[in-house]
């Protein structure tokens, strides 16, 4: 029999990875009085790093900028693993005692703002079938922007031939033993560079088969500053001023591919030349999209070079005409063998994690909202939708707006005020999404499903992490366009 639970908090929060955490330490830092709980559909803290278990899975950003501002990261290594990441979200929940405040396994299916008593009403479905109902003041969505169920896998022609194995990196199985086999990574993305270096030497062979090649960008695996500025200094006091350095970094690297391309791509190719040596064909490290476009791919010491140099890996840039039962036949006419084949062919995109959102009762699609500040939804009372940055770490965006949810929550207590709204007292909505600055191919598929953009501030998501710090530390709350009552 199901039962269903009601209990009642001031702020509740959906999902308990970078995001939901980044928020709910700020939140119960500033607001201990508060009445606060996180709803997380999984068994554990992490998110996308309690997904994902492919090998070599690790941060493209580097952690001295991915470490929320509050903790600031204390190692000398730059990038870490999905279980570092996991442990470090989970240190940061126990510092403001939030473990408690989790309620695991529990999948939101509706959120309805009932304007009469001016507060949501959240249903939940549990695990074991049972149903929980939530009512709260302020609704946080911190749920990231993909489908955690179903990733995306093109329609392959003969897949269904092939003998060998197809597996997607965001289900990876754990009994895939990949010692001594040949593999063919569809994909040149993010998750092809890492998953390929950490099975080269494994795996007979593995070889990235792309349509289109991408953007590669070294970085040291640890930063050598580390050490010495923690003997000058205290160390949260070094590790912050080397997030600041790498925060100036990141945003003039973007701004320089954006403002001059054609210098940037001939500066970033020429390191590629260097890396790969005088023997590999450029053509598969040339791509037909300026810097920026799509993601550039963070290589910590060049790993997926070396291997290519070691030739524990290769790179064939082509399309699949088929698979075949041992592999794939390519539209040159070559064969490409296999034992297991890994489509890192992306996800596919979720606003909201599928949540129905209403408002008395009226459905609210995410596509016909823009959102205030790039936090709050545009018409919706108390809902603020967290989204961090395409061209910048994640959780520096989580940050500014946990911040600004705090000034928010103060600005209403000290007016005794419960309800919060941003309007639109103009005709600032266009067509294209919040995540348009990209034109990757999972922004291209799905981009529809997300809020859209606005014509000028507050309404534009500009991606643009110090713009963002002025708009949401140091603006007014009282602006004209945020009502309260």
């Given at each position: 029999?199901?039962?269903?639970?009601?209990?009642?908090?001031?702020?509740?929060?959906?999902?308990?990875?970078?995001?939901?955490?980044?928020?709910?330490?700020?939140?119960?830092?500033?607001?201990?009085?508060?009445?606060?709980?996180?709803?997380?559909?999984?068994?554990?803290?992490?998110?996308?790093?309690?997904?994902?278990?492919?090998?070599?899975?690790?941060?493209?950003?580097?952690?001295?900028?991915?470490?929320?501002?509050?903790?600031?990261?204390?190692?000398?290594?730059?990038?870490?693993?999905?279980?570092?990441?996991?442990?470090?979200?989970?240190?940061?929940?126990?510092?403001?005692?939030?473990?408690?405040?989790?309620?695991?396994?529990?999948?939101?299916?509706?959120?309805?703002?009932?304007?009469?008593?001016?507060?949501?009403?959240?249903?939940?479905?549990?695990?074991?079938?049972?149903?929980?109902?939530?009512?709260?003041?302020?609704?946080?969505?911190?749920?990231?922007?993909?489908?955690?169920?179903?990733?995306?896998?093109?329609?392959?022609?003969?897949?269904?031939?092939?003998?060998?194995?197809?597996?997607?990196?965001?289900?990876?199985?754990?009994?895939?033993?990949?010692?001594?086999?040949?593999?063919?990574?569809?994909?040149?993305?993010?998750?092809?560079?890492?998953?390929?270096?950490?099975?080269?030497?494994?795996?007979?062979?593995?070889?990235?088969?792309?349509?289109?090649?991408?953007?590669?960008?070294?970085?040291?695996?640890?930063?050598?500053?580390?050490?010495?500025?923690?003997?000058?200094?205290?160390?949260?006091?070094?590790?912050?001023?080397?997030?600041?350095?790498?925060?100036?970094?990141?945003?003039?690297?973007?701004?320089?591919?954006?403002?001059?391309?054609?210098?940037?791509?001939?500066?970033?190719?020429?390191?590629?030349?260097?890396?790969?040596?005088?023997?590999?064909?450029?053509?598969?490290?040339?791509?037909?999209?300026?810097?920026?476009?799509?993601?550039?791919?963070?290589?910590?010491?060049?790993?997926?070079?070396?291997?290519?140099?070691?030739?524990?890996?290769?790179?064939?840039?082509?399309?699949?005409?088929?698979?075949?039962?041992?592999?794939?036949?390519?539209?040159?006419?070559?064969?490409?063998?296999?034992?297991?084949?890994?489509?890192?062919?992306?996800?596919?995109?979720?606003?909201?994690?599928?949540?129905?959102?209403?408002?008395?009762?009226?459905?609210?699609?995410?596509?016909?909202?823009?959102?205030?500040?790039?936090?709050?939804?545009?018409?919706?009372?108390?809902?603020?939708?967290?989204?961090?940055?395409?061209?910048?770490?994640?959780?520096?965006?989580?940050?500014?707006?946990?911040?600004?949810?705090?000034?928010?929550?103060?600005?209403?207590?000290?007016?005794?005020?419960?309800?919060?709204?941003?309007?639109?007292?103009?005709?600032?909505?266009?067509?294209?999404?919040?995540?348009?600055?990209?034109?990757?191919?999972?922004?291209?598929?799905?981009?529809?499903i997300l809020p859209r953009q606005g014509a000028q501030p507050p309404w534009q998501v500009?991606?643009?992490?110090?713009?963002?710090?002025?708009?949401?530390?140091?603006?007014?709350?009282?602006?004209?366009?945020?009502?309260?009552?």
């Open positions: 029999m199901r039962r269903t639970v009601t209990d009642r908090f001031d702020i509740l929060i959906i999902g308990a990875g970078v995001s939901g955490i980044g928020i709910a330490c700020r939140l119960r830092r500033e607001f201990p009085h508060k009445r606060l709980a996180i709803l997380e559909r999984r068994a554990a803290i992490g998110g996308t790093w309690d997904l994902f278990r492919y090998p070599g899975i690790r941060s493209d950003s580097d952690m001295f900028t991915y470490a929320y501002e509050f903790l600031p990261w204390d190692k000398p290594d730059i990038f870490a693993g999905a279980r570092t990441i996991q442990d470090y979200v989970s240190a940061a929940a126990d510092t403001f005692d939030l473990s408690k405040d989790i309620r695991f396994g529990q999948r939101v299916v509706s959120a309805d703002w009932d304007s009469a008593s001016s507060s949501w009403t959240v249903a939940a479905e549990r695990d074991d079938g049972d149903a929980e109902r939530y009512v709260c003041g302020l609704l946080i969505a911190c749920t990231g922007y993909y489908d955690y169920d179903r990733p995306y896998t093109p329609d392959f022609p003969g897949v269904q031939d092939f003998r060998g194995r197809l597996v997607h990196p965001q289900l990876w199985p754990v009994d895939l033993d990949y010692r001594d086999k040949s593999v063919v990574v569809i994909g040149s993305g993010a998750t092809a560079a890492t998953l390929v270096p950490a099975m080269a030497g494994t795996a007979r062979n593995v070889s990235i088969l792309q349509r289109s090649p991408s953007y590669y960008f070294n970085v040291p695996a640890r930063e050598f500053l580390f050490r010495p500025l923690s003997w000058l200094l205290p160390q949260k006091t070094a590790s912050r001023l080397l997030r600041k350095r790498n925060l100036v970094l990141q945003y003039w690297l973007y701004k320089a591919c954006r403002r001059w391309p054609n210098f940037m791509r001939r500066l970033l190719l020429r390191h590629v030349r260097k890396a790969v040596g005088p023997d590999v064909d450029m053509r598969h490290f040339t791509p037909r999209y300026s810097p920026w476009d799509e993601r550039l791919c963070i290589l910590p010491e060049d790993d997926l070079f070396k291997a290519l140099r070691r030739g524990d890996a290769s790179i064939v840039t082509d399309r699949i005409e088929s698979f075949t039962r041992s592999g794939l036949r390519l539209a040159s006419g070559e064969e490409l063998a296999a034992d297991i084949v890994v489509s890192a062919t992306g996800f596919n995109l979720r606003v909201f994690g599928d949540v129905a959102v209403s408002v008395d009762g009226e459905p609210c699609a995410p596509r016909s909202r823009m959102i205030y500040k790039g936090v709050l939804v545009e018409g919706v009372p108390n809902l603020a939708a967290i989204f961090g940055y395409v061209n910048f770490p994640w959780t520096a965006k989580v940050d500014l707006a946990g911040n600004w949810l705090c000034r928010l929550l103060r600005h209403l207590d000290d007016r005794d005020a419960a309800v919060a709204v941003a309007r639109d007292r103009g005709t600032n909505r266009l067509d294209s999404s919040i995540m348009d600055a990209l034109n990757s191919g999972y922004v291209r598929r799905g981009g529809a500009a991606h643009d992490y110090f713009l963002d710090r002025k708009t949401l530390l140091d603006d007014p709350i009282d602006d004209g366009i945020l009502e309260v009552a």
